[in-house]
């Protein structure tokens, strides 16, 4: 694998987050688990993930720009989220990953990085 900065740059910055983004939320929207937490109309939720995804994986500070600091647990606290809605997040993300073609050890490096934050959100244990 070619020797990056960042994973942001790792998945082709903005262009990549894009993909990851829009292959991601169908999947979410779908899953019986995740899809009642979200609105009907996903795509504000979009703009936002793609401009924190940006800054989580090392890209510019769209999201602290635009919102402030992320504060995601915080962000998060409205919504019962368990161990089994973190790992169906991870999961709705792998196949996303998948879906995009990103290369297998990619895609172990951006689970990675994104399994503390989706298990940091959990706030119940129903």
């Known amino acids: 694998m070619k020797s990056y900065i960042t994973i942001y740059e790792a998945i082709g910055e903005a262009a990549g987050v894009r993909r990851i983004v829009e292959a991601f939320y169908p999947k979410v929207q779908r899953d019986p688990l995740l899809g009642p937490l979200f609105p009907e109309d996903i795509h504000p939720v979009m703009e936002k993930q793609m401009l924190f995804l940006t800054q989580f994986f090392g890209g510019p500070q769209l999201y602290s720009d635009e919102y402030g600091h992320p504060m995601m647990r ?53």
């Open 74 to 126: 915080a962000r998060h606290m409205p919504f019962p989220i368990t161990v089994a809605h973190a790992g169906a997040w991870l999961g709705c993300m792998r196949e996303a990953l998948e879906e995009i073609g990103m290369p297998e050890e990619l895609r172990d490096v951006v689970l990675e990085r994104l399994s503390g934050p989706a298990h940091h959100f959990v706030n119940t244990e129903q």
